[in-house]
């Protein structure tokens, strides 16, 4: 089966405004992540934030740590490389309809 696989084709992720923003704020968190706490007060759903994981575009994993002499459990949730290339996949496109500014768009002439 592992021979198979550079042989299936790309899923391409359509993500929202949200998953975008949740994914930026991952990769700028760098390889450590977020705390899930921290996404939550960001206001991002916990669904949505499981959709991520879920689609292989976020990883999360559980952290036990030591506060005032007590153990708790954190989540914390790190972007995956399927989800860094769809940023730069969205960045890209985001360029290109940029580069088509209202002055170049037929119809339009200049003042």
Request: charged fraction near 25%; aromatic fraction near 2%.
């Amino acid at each position: 089966m592992r021979a198979l696989l550079p042989q299936l084709p790309r899923v391409r992720h359509l993500l929202s405004a949200e998953q975008r923003r949740a994914l930026e704020i991952l990769a700028a968190a760098g390889r450590h992540g977020c705390a899930g706490a921290a996404l939550l007060g960001h206001g991002f759903r916990v669904g949505m934030l499981a959709d991520l994981v879920g689609d292989g575009l976020a990883a999360a994993r559980r952290e036990t740590v030591m506060v005032h002499k007590r153990e708790i459990t954190v989540v914390r949730v790190c972007i995956a490389e399927a989800g860094q290339k769809s940023i730069k996949s969205w960045l890209n496109v985001d360029r290109r309809r940029s580069a088509i500014s209202t002055d170049e768009r037929p119809g339009n002439t200049p003042l």
